[in-house]
């Protein structure tokens, strides 16, 4: 596609419910990755893949966290049993490796709020 | 992983040139400096990237001095739309887990 899309654009939940989060990235790029961000601050790292496996889970904020990535290009980010602290902006980004720092292709966002 | 600081805002009238100082002291040799934008209720956009002395593009301009140990975004003739959140970021490319700060919040005023 022309850009990274995220579905849905919006989510609203209850507490105790799982979500799913969806990030489709640029045809081709190996690289994703999904942050979040809560309001008036900047985007907090959670989890980042090179193809479909995730060399890195740290930034997951707890168990209730999980993402997985499907050949090599859609990915989904699962919350479950969410509270109200999850409530925030989740944004996903893609890139392709490049000389320097990968440039990061980033969606607009799923806005997530736990009632 | 090197942080950045950064002001927390700025405001300037359009027309203007806009200049964001981005500090870095800790930046490692293979380290890029990286700006982004972002507007309300959107995903970030690259802006600028560079490693050492000046980068220009269309939109913007990139000074970084030998120690290389800060770096100053330079956005010519602003308009009301480049109101916005600018970040900055330092890393290299084994750090996909950049580290992003609260950016700078640039207000155009007409």
């Known amino acids: 596609g022309a850009g990274v899309s995220q579905s849905p654009s919006n989510k609203v939940t209850e507490k105790g419910k799982d979500v799913e989060l969806r990030c489709d990235p640029i045809?081709?790029?190996?690289?994703l990755y999904w942050y979040r961000q809560s309001l008036g601050q900047g985007l907090e790292f959670l989890i980042y893949?090179?193809?479909?496996?995730?060399?890195?889970k740290s930034g997951l904020p707890s168990d209730r966290f999980s993402a997985e990535r499907t050949g090599g290009s859609v990915s989904t980010l699962t919350i479950q049993r969410t509270q109200q602290e999850d409530s925030a902006v989740y944004l996903c980004?893609?890139?392709?490796?490049?000389?320097?720092?990968?440039?990061?292709?980033f969606g607009p966002g799923t806005r997530l709020t736990v009632l | 992983l090197a942080k950045t600081t950064q002001p927390i805002s700025m405001d300037s009238y359009e027309g203007q040139e806009v200049n964001i100082t981005c500090s870095h002291n800790?930046?490692?040799?293979?380290?890029?400096i990286t700006w982004y934008q972002q507007f309300p209720s959107q995903g970030p956009r690259f802006i600028i990237q560079?490693?050492?002395?000046?980068v220009t593009n269309e939109v913007a301009s990139l000074f970084i001095p030998a120690d290389r140990k800060s770096s100053t975004l330079s956005l010519p003739r602003v308009s009301l739309s480049d109101t916005a959140v600018y970040y900055c970021?330092?890393?290299?490319?084994?750090?996909?887990?950049?580290?992003w700060g609260a950016g700078t919040k640039l207000i155009i005023k007409p």
């Open positions: 980004a893609s890139s392709q490796p490049t000389a320097g720092v990968d440039t990061q292709y």
């Open positions: 045809s081709g790029h190996t690289a």
């Open positions: 893949f090179q193809g479909n496996s995730a060399p890195d």
């Open positions: 800790n930046i490692a040799t293979n380290d890029y």
């Open positions: 560079g490693y050492k002395t000046k």
């Open positions: 970021l330092v890393g290299d490319d084994s750090n996909y887990q950049l580290i």
